[in-house]
């Protein structure tokens, strides 16, 4: 008898990688010797004036840099806050996002009660953002999310050789 998978099955599970939410992070990665600790009532002050969601990014990445300037400039009402992954605040947020704390490898946009990664996080970002950009993160959406987090996680390991690398964080 032979044990058969759907191929779509694996789905399910790379979406919910995707997302955090804050309910789910209460404790950082590291095993049993890890002391546990609360991130989400720890970062609680992140968002206790300022409910406006946080943009984690590469502080020394041209690239990253880059896509700062970008939403900044596409974003007029200011909706979103922005943080280097580098900054003790930025390895705190990452912590509550269910990562570890020197994990770079990718943007992050922290809610208030949600965590993004990888292409859902750049997805969520442009919903924030002036028009026309919130419809094509909906037109993007419809693409598969191994697709995205595929082209995206390409993109992310060949960013410095690419667009390089600044010597400290310019935002």
Known sequence: ??????PLAHLRTLRRTCTVAAADVR?????ATAAAVDWVEETSVFFRDDTRPIMLFD????????GVRFVRDNDRRRKIRFEALQSESGKKLLQRSGRSPDDISSVVLVEEDR????????LRI????DLPLPQLALFLKLLPLFVRD???DNVANNRYVIFGRAESCEI
């Open 1 to 6: 008898m032979a044990l058969v998978i759907h």
């Open 27 to 31: 404790r950082p990665r590291g095993g």
């Open 59 to 66: 502080g020394v990445c041209n690239l990253c840099n880059g």
């Open 115 to 122: 965590s993004y990664i990888k292409s859902e996080a750049v």
């Open 126 to 129: 442009m919903e924030y953002l």
């Open 150 to 152: 595929f082209a995206y």
